[in-house]
């Protein structure tokens, strides 16, 4: 049973290019959820998505940044223009679904932007 | 808010050394509580979780109970391996499913 898939595992962006981080979650999971870390500092959390839905996007900026879990395929993170401040490790989480059901962890996709 | 304070590191500990990292937390409500271990290079492994005050966690030998009275919930491993050297994080999850992580505590086992 695989589990949660990341694509890029790295990322290397110039600032002002976009950035699309890929997340598919682990078999029979419906519930995703998208954090972010940057150096020296623990997850935060950006968005919470079913599928065809955003159930919670607390955590996204409110520019350059979405985030979609379409019916079919991977969730997608978004970053348009980005800038020297994205740089960060962005993890990917699924659940089954269901209040505190364990969440499980992709290896992120670090990304850099010179 | 809710919010999860862990004790700075690193921890450097010889081989078989007793380990505690303290985790400390604010939230409303009935949370539940959670330590994951990153190894480098690697994204995030749920290590244990309690889910009601007095649960205690216990996995690979760590254990942590869920203390209501002090807010706290301290992982803890009687004797610690140079493979336990790792990231670890604290985290609740206080409603809406959206984990809420500590800084991570940096832990060192040196022979």
């Known amino acids: 049973n695989a589990g949660v898939m990341q694509n890029p595992r790295h990322l290397v962006r110039r600032r002002g290019q976009e950035a699309r981080l890929r997340c598919s979650p682990m078999?029979?999971?419906?519930?995703v959820y998208w954090y972010r870390q940057l150096p020296e500092e623990g997850l935060k959390f950006m968005v919470y998505l079913q599928k065809e839905n955003i159930i919670d996007e607390s955590g996204m900026p409110k520019e350059r940044f979405s985030a979609e879990f379409p019916k079919e395929g991977p969730s997608i993170l978004r970053i348009q223009q980005v800038v020297r401040g994205d740089s960060a490790a962005y993890f990917c989480?699924?659940?089954?679904?269901?209040?505190?059901?364990?969440?499980?962890f992709g290896p992120g996709t670090r990304l850099t932007v010179l | 808010g809710n919010s999860v304070t862990q004790m700075e590191g690193p921890v450097t500990l010889s081989e078989e050394a007793f380990l505690t990292i303290n985790c400390t937390y604010t939230?409303?409500?009935?949370?539940?509580l959670f330590w994951y271990v990153q190894y480098p290079g690697e994204g995030l492994q749920l290590l244990l979780k309690a889910t009601k005050a007095d649960d205690k966690g216990s996995n690979k030998g760590f254990e942590a109970t869920y203390r209501k009275e002090t807010t706290s919930f301290h992982l803890e491993k009687g004797s610690v391996q140079v493979s336990d050297s790792a990231v670890y994080f604290c985290?609740?999850?206080?409603?809406?499913?959206?984990?809420?992580f500590g800084t991570g505590t940096q832990l060192k086992v040196e022979l």
């Open positions: 985290a609740l999850e206080g409603g809406g499913n959206k984990l809420t």
């Open positions: 078999k029979g999971h419906s519930h």
């Open positions: 989480a699924s659940s089954p679904g269901g209040r505190a059901d364990t969440q499980y």
């Open positions: 939230a409303t409500g009935y949370p539940s």
